[in-house]
T-cell receptor, first 113, second 116 residues
């Protein structure tokens, strides 16, 4: 079985300050891990993915995430928040060889001007 | 089109009615998935198609839900005798391949179903 826990349902940051969205996962097998972003009335967009290559993964729009197996974590970070980053973010796990994505409950990011 | 297209974007129906939700995947993608996203939750898997066949329908909540993909492209999710608890956003995704690192699923904007 696999599961994802997003530790914060809502994160609020000021524009220009760092962003940290926390995610812990549980998987019986070597997982693939993803972060997706969902803007209102738009489809889920892939930010980045971890697939057992480099543990530090760089994604689009300046986001990156670090896979830490010992901590079973895959936190998403960005050095400086922009207003356009305000959205809902989902951490997702996919067991190796599987097609089912298991989503966390999401973290809503608010960016204050 | 360039992305996954879902129609309608919004659907309001009355309890007990039948509804159909359509998904048009990215051209050339053989795998197609349906997910359901309830308010305040992440999407949950419903069903997966490889080509025309439903390879895994284990996520469908009950026999009122059914999905087809007769020609291996467009898919329709069908809900009979709708209940208020069916209200959610229904998401469709497609991918070029399945499994692990290459399983990049591309999502549509979803259909928001409201059952009154």
């Amino acid at each position: 079985a696999q599961s994802v826990t997003q530790l914060d349902s809502h994160v609020s940051v000021s524009e220009g300050t760092p962003v940290l969205l926390r995610c812990n996962y549980s998987s019986s097998y070597s997982p693939s891990l993803f972060w997706y972003v969902q803007h209102p009335n738009k489809g889920l967009q892939l930010l980045l993915k971890y697939t057992s290559a480099a543990t530090l993964v760089k994604g689009i729009n300046g986001f990156e995430a670090e896979f830490k197996k010992s901590e079973t974590s895959f936190h998403l970070t960005k050095p400086s928040a922009h207003m356009s980053d305000a959205a809902e973010y989902f951490c997702v796990v996919n067991r190796a060889g599987s097609y089912q994505l298991t989503f966390g409950k999401g973290t809503k990011l608010s960016v204050i001007p | 089109g360039a992305g996954v297209s879902q129609t309608p974007s919004n659907k309001v129906t009355e309890k007990g009615k039948y509804v159909e939700l359509r998904c048009d995947p990215i051209s050339g993608h053989t795998a197609l998935y349906w997910y359901r996203q309830s308010l305040g939750q992440g999407p949950e898997f419903l069903i997966y198609f490889q080509g025309t066949g439903a390879a895994d329908d284990s996520g469908l909540p009950n026999d009122r839900f059914f999905a087809v993909r007769p020609e291996g492209s467009v898919s329709t999710l069908k809900i009979q005798r709708t209940e208020r608890g069916d209200s959610a956003v229904y998401l469709c995704a497609s991918s070029l391949t399945t499994g692990g690192a290459k399983n990049i699923q591309y999502f549509g904007a979803g259909t928001r179903l409201s059952v009154l």
